[in-house]
């Protein structure tokens, strides 16, 4: 398998701030990629870079082979923002059916039946139809990553997917994303604060702060060299945090 | 995929009841209000003059402008008004002397309420302009019966005729119907970037309200590229905008046949001229689009720049809707020429030209302010980042 990610000496500033410092990292393609770090370390900034949503930036980026924007408009990239909302005058299907239909390019039996895997992943039973103004937090996120999963993408961009979830819902994404990774060859890149997901779900993990990746690997290979039992300690350890 | 996007728009219009019934009430009620308000104001509050007058001798002269005042709808106290008038004339002791002598200066104090509507004091002023008429016609037949020479007092008084007709700014000929739907188009003009408000405030909340409500990021990082969200988001705010314009033309009509069905004058409206309008309410709400995009693109789409942005386009309109009611835009020169670069101004300037039969140059006109949006709308899809709209 090959690159489906590379990131090569990334730099972005907002005005005077420094939001990524020479950040570079791969994500093979398959792969379950997390991104950890504090709050404010700079992972938004670089999904949003991965995702095509922020164009100006120094250094190189290149998703299967081409700049995010091409990837975006070929449809290879879905994106879940960390604060994403759904339409809240729309059903949660026509939400999802709004969705396939930009990614089946108006093909309307393509987009039905992805809003139907759609419907299956949000796994919302007789809600689906109702109005998504009316869903609950949780509620929402489900649509929300129902929506990014469906299409198929050859690589999935998840900020904080699993939060305000309950566990039966996280077990139940969690294996979602396992099985999307696994049986169809999805390449997933997510961010995450819960240590356990990362630990689970993650085939390597990319630790960032301040802007600058601190620790690249495998979690086992992050715990083994910061010699800690868990990615909890190595998160803090890391950052520069005090395990006392 | 401008379809999809259009069609996602529209579900959620049809979805925002408060949305659409703005769009269509305010359209539809704004001009017949403004003609209520009018006859309501004119109905509920009748002028009150007083006449004071300090000798009995004035009596026939008082009589004559008491009788003149009342016949325009005033209410007139002679010497004991129960109520403070609008208007107080003062005819002194000597009025009577010097107006029945053939040279002399007659003099009548006027006062007004400074509170008051100028209706009061129009009043007064032409019954006393009749008055002074009927003293210089006495003063014509006597002078005449003095000089033995037989005169028609009233040709000596007014030599001149009148003999009205109307012409178009373009020099030709032009009817009385022509002259009315001009005063039609400046009061339209006047009403028309107010009515669509809602429209406009849609357009302008169409990608800064995504941003709010947490939509526009994960719509901006699909396959659709800029072209089909500016051009989808800018035809489906047009689409809300035929319902404002078809309410406005439903409202400019019920206000037209009303003010012919009281004045008595004929009904002047035609339905090229509610076509046009319908045309003109449609550009407006394009340009809106094209002008809150590209505020949107070069300021960024925060909530305060939102507001600047709305508040940016409202004052345009209202300027726009200010010349229309106080210029005659369909011919320019020198200075007044600075006004045709306001936006939405060539659109008022278009109602009014079409309707004096200046049909080439409104459309002319139109055209310009088409080609002047599509021109920013492109520019706004080259420039197109966005990182700038979400993140500024």
Redesign the interface.
């Given at each position: 398998m090959g690159d489906a990610v590379d990131v090569i000496n990334v730099t972005k500033k907002f005005g005077k701030k420094i939001a990524l410092s020479s950040v570079s990292f791969s994500v093979n393609e398959g792969e379950v990629f997390g991104l950890i770090g504090p709050n404010g370390a700079g992972k938004t900034t670089m999904l949003r870079i991965i995702s095509g949503i922020i164009v100006k930036f120094k250094g190189v980026v290149n998703v299967f082979g081409v700049t995010p924007k091409e990837a975006k408009l070929k449809g290879m990239i879905s994106y879940l923002p960390e604060d994403a909302s759904p339409y809240e005058r729309l059903s949660g299907y026509e939400n999802l059916y709004f969705y396939s239909m930009i990614y089946a390019r108006g093909n309307k039996r393509q987009a039905e039946e992805m809003a139907n895997m759609g419907v299956k992943i949000a796994n919302l039973g007789e809600k689906i139809n109702d109005r998504a103004g009316e869903y609950s937090k949780g509620m929402k996120r489900r649509l929300l990553l129902a929506r990014a999963l469906m299409t198929n993408p050859k690589l999935a961009i998840l900020d904080e997917p699993m939060a305000g979830l309950d566990v039966e819902s996280t077990f139940k994404i969690r294996r979602k994303m396992r099985s999307i990774s696994k049986e169809l060859g999805t390449t997933v890149i997510f961010s995450s604060h819960d240590m356990t997901e990362i630990e689970r779900l993650c085939d390597r993990v990319g630790l960032i702060d301040r802007g600058r990746i601190v620790a690249l690997g495998t979690p086992d290979e992050i715990m083994s060299k910061l010699g800690v039992s868990n990615m909890e300690e190595a998160f803090i350890k890391a950052t520069g945090g005090s395990l006392d | 995929?401008i379809?999809?996007i259009i069609?996602?728009e529209i579900?959620?219009v049809r979805?925002?009841k408060k949305l659409v019934v703005g769009s269509i009430i305010l359209p539809l009620l704004i001009l017949p209000l403004i003609g209520g308000i009018i006859l309501t104001s004119q109905s509920v509050h009748q002028p009150v003059i007083e006449i004071v007058n300090q000798n009995v001798n004035n009596l026939p002269y008082v009589s004559l402008v008491s009788r003149y005042a009342e016949t325009q709808g005033a209410q007139v106290f002679i010497n004991n008004s129960p109520v403070y008038p609008d208007v107080k004339l003062v005819f002194p002791y000597s009025f009577y002397l010097n107006a029945s002598r053939i040279n002399g200066t007659v003099y009548v104090y006027i006062f007004s309420l400074i509170s008051s509507t100028s209706q009061a004091y129009d009043i007064a002023n032409n019954a006393l302009y009749n008055l002074a008429v009927n003293i210089s016609l006495t003063r014509i037949q006597e002078l005449a019966r003095m000089a033995n020479t037989p005169v028609n007092a009233e040709i000596v008084r007014s030599p001149l005729y009148l003999v009205k007709g109307y012409i178009a700014p373009g020099g030709k000929p032009a009817s009385q119907g022509q002259s009315e739907l001009a005063s039609i188009a400046r009061v339209i003009s006047f009403v028309m970037f107010p009515s669509v408000t809602p429209v406009v405030l849609f357009v302008v909340d169409s990608f800064a309200g995504e941003r709010e409500?947490?939509?526009l990021?994960?719509l901006?990082?699909?396959?659709?590229?800029a072209s089909d969200l500016v051009f989808g988001k800018v035809i489906s705010s047009t689409l809300l905008g035929v319902l404002a314009s078809i309410a406005e033309v439903v409202g400019v009509s019920i206000f037209t046949f009303s003010v012919s069905a009281l004045s008595g004058l004929p009904f002047y409206f035609n339905l090229e001229f509610l076509a046009f309008t319908v045309a003109a309410l449609l550009l407006t709400v394009i340009l809106t689009g094209a002008i809150s995009v590209l505020l949107l693109m070069l300021m960024g789409g925060s909530v305060r720049n939102v507001q600047i942005i709305s508040t940016i386009i409202l004052i345009l309109g209202m300027l726009a809707s200010f010349s229309g009611l106080l210029f005659n835009l369909t011919s320019f020169a020198g200075l007044k020429t600075l006004f045709m670069f306001i936006p939405f101004v060539q659109i008022v300037a278009a109602m009014q030209m079409f309707a004096v039969g200046l049909t080439i140059q409104s459309f002319l006109y139109l055209g310009v302010v088409v080609a002047f949006s599509l021109a920013v709308l492109l520019f706004v899809i080259k420039i197109f980042?966005?990182?700038r709209i979400?993140?500024r």
């Amino acid at each position: 398998m090959g690159d489906a990610v590379d990131v090569i000496n990334v730099t972005k500033k907002f005005g005077k701030k420094i939001a990524l410092s020479s950040v570079s990292f791969s994500v093979n393609e398959g792969e379950v990629f997390g991104l950890i770090g504090p709050n404010g370390a700079g992972k938004t900034t670089m999904l949003r870079i991965i995702s095509g949503i922020i164009v100006k930036f120094k250094g190189v980026v290149n998703v299967f082979g081409v700049t995010p924007k091409e990837a975006k408009l070929k449809g290879m990239i879905s994106y879940l923002p960390e604060d994403a909302s759904p339409y809240e005058r729309l059903s949660g299907y026509e939400n999802l059916y709004f969705y396939s239909m930009i990614y089946a390019r108006g093909n309307k039996r393509q987009a039905e039946e992805m809003a139907n895997m759609g419907v299956k992943i949000a796994n919302l039973g007789e809600k689906i139809n109702d109005r998504a103004g009316e869903y609950s937090k949780g509620m929402k996120r489900r649509l929300l990553l129902a929506r990014a999963l469906m299409t198929n993408p050859k690589l999935a961009i998840l900020d904080e997917p699993m939060a305000g979830l309950d566990v039966e819902s996280t077990f139940k994404i969690r294996r979602k994303m396992r099985s999307i990774s696994k049986e169809l060859g999805t390449t997933v890149i997510f961010s995450s604060h819960d240590m356990t997901e990362i630990e689970r779900l993650c085939d390597r993990v990319g630790l960032i702060d301040r802007g600058r990746i601190v620790a690249l690997g495998t979690p086992d290979e992050i715990m083994s060299k910061l010699g800690v039992s868990n990615m909890e300690e190595a998160f803090i350890k890391a950052t520069g945090g005090s395990l006392d | 995929m401008i379809r999809i996007i259009i069609d996602r728009e529209i579900l959620d219009v049809r979805r925002d009841k408060k949305l659409v019934v703005g769009s269509i009430i305010l359209p539809l009620l704004i001009l017949p209000l403004i003609g209520g308000i009018i006859l309501t104001s004119q109905s509920v509050h009748q002028p009150v003059i007083e006449i004071v007058n300090q000798n009995v001798n004035n009596l026939p002269y008082v009589s004559l402008v008491s009788r003149y005042a009342e016949t325009q709808g005033a209410q007139v106290f002679i010497n004991n008004s129960p109520v403070y008038p609008d208007v107080k004339l003062v005819f002194p002791y000597s009025f009577y002397l010097n107006a029945s002598r053939i040279n002399g200066t007659v003099y009548v104090y006027i006062f007004s309420l400074i509170s008051s509507t100028s209706q009061a004091y129009d009043i007064a002023n032409n019954a006393l302009y009749n008055l002074a008429v009927n003293i210089s016609l006495t003063r014509i037949q006597e002078l005449a019966r003095m000089a033995n020479t037989p005169v028609n007092a009233e040709i000596v008084r007014s030599p001149l005729y009148l003999v009205k007709g109307y012409i178009a700014p373009g020099g030709k000929p032009a009817s009385q119907g022509q002259s009315e739907l001009a005063s039609i188009a400046r009061v339209i003009s006047f009403v028309m970037f107010p009515s669509v408000t809602p429209v406009v405030l849609f357009v302008v909340d169409s990608f800064a309200g995504e941003r709010e409500r947490r939509t526009l990021e994960s719509l901006l990082a699909t396959p659709v590229n800029a072209s089909d969200l500016v051009f989808g988001k800018v035809i489906s705010s047009t689409l809300l905008g035929v319902l404002a314009s078809i309410a406005e033309v439903v409202g400019v009509s019920i206000f037209t046949f009303s003010v012919s069905a009281l004045s008595g004058l004929p009904f002047y409206f035609n339905l090229e001229f509610l076509a046009f309008t319908v045309a003109a309410l449609l550009l407006t709400v394009i340009l809106t689009g094209a002008i809150s995009v590209l505020l949107l693109m070069l300021m960024g789409g925060s909530v305060r720049n939102v507001q600047i942005i709305s508040t940016i386009i409202l004052i345009l309109g209202m300027l726009a809707s200010f010349s229309g009611l106080l210029f005659n835009l369909t011919s320019f020169a020198g200075l007044k020429t600075l006004f045709m670069f306001i936006p939405f101004v060539q659109i008022v300037a278009a109602m009014q030209m079409f309707a004096v039969g200046l049909t080439i140059q409104s459309f002319l006109y139109l055209g310009v302010v088409v080609a002047f949006s599509l021109a920013v709308l492109l520019f706004v899809i080259k420039i197109f980042n966005p990182e700038r709209i979400l993140l500024r």
